[in-house]
């Protein structure tokens, strides 16, 4: 599993600095942050989610300039931005000026994800899956290590506007692996003279992927589970603490097992996607998501509450490599910047939806029967991911390498 195309642990390596550095400036210290400045609460969670949101709009379009031009101009922008960007958050004094660095700088990962996802994708057509579940490994150890880095660092800092420039040296690390990585042409830059203008490429370019029925499919896929991990991450914190009567370092606990074992999932996962195909591995992801969603209201005790952490981030393991895998080989290749882009704008609405549908819910309904409901629509997604894979196999093979592995 370790061997790997040509650069791919180089690209892994930049991928792991820039997510860590990024994610130290989001978990704990950016809500303290704003709160600091001035801002109120609907201020704050508008502060956290507008780089989110950043992404929504320009991942397609940033796929699709990458098809074009290149993906080294765009993944050294993105470097850029990273490295550049929390070096400008000391001069900031109101929480409007935050909202704005913050939508700036949401716009190196709109950058970085679908042209980093396109290189991998593009490294070999076999093992596409493997290699992206233990590509993913690099975000999964951010979110997994960032957190208490910050926390340990908000201690020695008076401010935490200086913990942004610990960010940005950090991120300025990222270029050495950096300097190693090779960018072959891709299919649209190969064609040089013969090449359509912009405008004619990306609505060629989007024709395109408007009937790639299987990257919907495995977008929506994705959107969905997004939604239901994220609002699940939201409001799990007040379910743990105020209704089960747990600690607050409890609460720490279970997003810290759940993503060690989605990072130790994930290559696992992506070796089930390749060998017993990406539909079935979804579909198992997506049940025992929902044994977690279903046992999670009648926990009594921190074990059993760690042993949902682990089933949660276990069928996140399952599900995300096949998924991103399934777009891979759906889009043609001169437009995979532009359907991996798609998909991330797919993945980001539900990051955004999720908290927002899950805090409309409980208005109405309690923590027990938001999560029960949660579990029913993973168990109907499951089934329904079973049946349009047992449909694709009755039908003819039509020789593609993609058919196979649905």
């Not at 061997?3 to 997510?19: K, S, T």
Request: proline share 5%; net charge positive; hydrophobic share 55%.
């Amino acid at each position: 599993m370790l061997n790997q195309p040509r650069g791919f642990w180089h690209l892994f390596g930049a991928d792991l600095i820039v997510r860590s550095a990024y994610q130290m400036g989001k978990t704990p210290v950016l809500p303290m942050f704003a709160a600091a400045i001035g801002a109120g609460e609907l201020m704050i969670g508008t502060i956290v989610a507008v780089s989110t949101m950043t992404g929504m709009v320009a991942k397609p379009f940033v796929g699709a300039f990458s098809d074009r031009w290149g993906r080294k101009v765009w993944f050294f922008a993105a470097l850029l931005l990273f490295a550049g960007t929390p070096f400008l958050y000391r001069f900031v004094e109101t929480p409007e000026q935050l909202l704005a660095i913050r939508l700036f700088h949401g716009s190196a990962t709109a950058i970085f994800g679908p042209v980093t996802l396109a290189i991998v994708a593009e490294m070999e057509r076999t093992g596409r899956a493997t290699r992206l579940g233990w590509f993913g490994l690099a975000r999964e150890l951010g979110y997994l290590l960032a957190p208490a880095v910050s926390g340990w660092l908000l201690v020695r800092f008076d401010d935490p506007a200086e913990l942004f420039t610990v960010v940005g040296l950090i991120s300025c690390l990222a270029f050495l692996p950096s300097a190693f990585l090779r960018f072959p042409e891709t299919p649209v830059q190969a064609e040089r003279g013969r090449r359509p203008n912009l405008l004619r490429q990306l609505a060629s370019g989007f024709a395109h992927t408007a009937t790639r029925v299987e990257m919907w499919f495995a977008g929506c896929l994705e959107m969905t589970v997004y939604a239901v991990t994220y609002g699940l991450k939201a409001f799990l914190p007040l379910f743990v603490v105020q209704v089960a009567g747990f600690s607050w370092l409890d609460a720490g606990l279970f997003f810290t097992v759940q993503e060690a074992a989605h990072m130790a999932m994930r290559p696992v996962g992506g070796r089930v996607g390749d060998r017993a195909g990406y539909l079935p591995a979804i579909a198992a992801g997506i049940a025992v998501l929902a044994v977690a969603l279903l046992w999670l209201p009648g926990v009594s005790d921190g074990t059993a509450l760690l042993a949902v952490a682990m089933l949660s981030g276990t069928g996140q393991g399952l599900i995300f490599p096949s998924t991103v895998a399934m777009v891979g080989n759906a889009v043609g290749a001169g437009h995979l910047g532009l359907g991996l882009g798609i998909y991330g704008t797919l993945k980001n609405l539900g990051k955004v939806a999720g908290p927002l549908i899950a805090g409309l819910v409980l208005e109405h309904l309690s923590y027990e029967a938001l999560f029960r409901a949660l579990a029913g629509l993973a168990v109907m997604a499951s089934i329904g991911v079973l049946l349009v894979h047992r449909h694709q196999r009755r039908l003819p093979d039509p020789g593609s390498g993609s058919s196979e592995q649905a």
